[in-house]
């Protein structure tokens, strides 16, 4: 790979990383009022990896098990982050939801990983079409 493909590749994804994160953050204070950092890395991870499903597999993949997949990927990040970095329950704490584990994830939020999962797929395709010239979305949604 040449120099300036690689550094157009590492720009793209510096963008998404960028997107992700800062997305997530204002996502956190117009429902919380307040955000961490953590929660950016959060974030900014979830969105490379959601977003990349569908180019590291095929876009023949159905939306709804890219959907699942970003929804178990956010959940699972979601408690490594927790467990490291939220044992004083001072970023979330999950006491009060169904089905919670360790105060760190619960159903509640597994679902509503599922549907962002969707949105952030869907953005993360136009922003590749519309910014980086890449193939246009289209969707097989089961």
Known sequence: MSSLKLG???LKYFALFIVGGLLYICMELLYDGSSDW????????????????????????SLVLQMLIGAIFITVLELAIGLVF???????????????????????????????SGVAIV?????RYWLFHEEKPHYKIL
């Open 8 to 10: 157009k590749q590492l």
């Open 38 to 61: 953590t929660m950016f890395l959060a974030g900014s991870i979830s969105f490379l990896v959601i977003g990349g499903i569908n180019e590291w597999f095929t876009w023949k993949m």
């Open 86 to 116: 939220n044992s004083d329950y001072s970023i979330w704490y999950y006491s009060d939801k169904y089905l919670n584990f360790k105060h760190q994830i619960c159903l509640e939020f597994s679902c509503l990983w599922f549907l962002l």
């Open 123 to 127: 953005l993360d395709d136009y922003l």
